[in-house]
């Protein structure tokens, strides 16, 4: 089954932020935010257990638990499994250190065995107040968390959760399996294998307004020759691209910030909200099957869709081309 076939809609919710990413969110914050998601229609949602070691889980459980299972697809990944016991030293999270210190305090251990993904799924569904999952990626088996040893990681998850997932697939315990990473050489890896198939994939941060010429020269035309979709993760650049200060989970450089100005003045030139930017120019593309903008605000769900509603100019498209700020190679939305 294609993601494009199994999702209900192009716009999702990533609970990324919900694991207290950045900040300590107030529970009554983040469970108002899933609710706002709902009311404005979105029924696809997407978590991990390392969003706050097992945080988000928890909270979009609390929510979604109350809602008719049917309703909605759930995606959530494997390579963590969350502990009882609580960390006593600072974690080792790559490139991402830091990133959900306010989150839980529970011990993660970074596994992509078979016995492990099936712990993880099994804890995933008891945080989840769920008795199924209809997505399972797995995680981050790339450069930024495990440097130079993500070839070793990738084996582990290829011997390991590639085959407990297919296998799941192939018994109707879950839909979909794919990767969900940051990074681009691990799809391209799996789709240069003979076996096992992935569904899709989840891309984060790969394919947005800032970051989309890697993506273009290899992994997007062999998914779309191969017929695979994406899931386009961190559409803002962790928050740069909607008025926050991050990119890449760290406070942006000075030329991000520069080239963030550039995009955003041309935006407004034509009246143009940078969020529709930032979300149509990444469902363009036709190997996108749908984008999932984190939130932890229910005020910036209204924002999210209206902007994927909103109608931008051809001309705004034009412009940017012309002012070289998108790849001459990039899709861009119809009638640009």
Known sequence: MSLTHLLPGRLGFGTAPLGNMFRAIPDAEALA???????????????????GAGLAEERLGEVLSAKPR??????????????????????????????????????????????????????????????????????????????????????????????????????????????????????????????PRPDGFLLAGRYTLLDHEHALQRLLPAAQAQGVDMVVGGPYSSGVLAGGTHFEYQQAPAHIVERVGELKALAAAHGVSIKAAALQFALAHPASAAVIPGATRPGRIAEDTAALNETVPAAFWQDLRAAGLVSPAAPLPAGA
């Open 70 to 195: 049917d309703s909605y697809v759930l995606s959530t990944k494997v390579g963590r499994v969350i502990l009882d016991e609580h960390e006593t030293a600072a974690r080792d999270l790559g490139e991402k250190g830091g990133l959900f210190e306010h989150g839980n305090p529970n011990t993660m251990v970074h596994e992509w065995t078979a016995e492990a993904t099936e712990r993880s799924i099994e804890d995933s569904l008891k945080r989840l107040g769920t008795d199924r999952l209809d997505i399972v990626w797995v995680h981050d088996i790339a450069q930024d968390f495990h440097g130079d040893q993500w070839l070793q990681k990738f084996e582990e998850a290829r011997t390991g959760a590639f085959r407990v997932l297919s296998r799941l697939r192939d018994e109707g315990v879950i839909k979909a399996w794919g990767l969900g990473v940051n990074r681009t050489e691990p799809i391209e890896l799996t789709l240069a294998l003979d076996e």
């Open 33 to 51: 935010t899933v609710e706002a998601a709902w009311e404005h229609g979105i029924r696809y949602y997407d978590t991990a257990p390392f969003y």
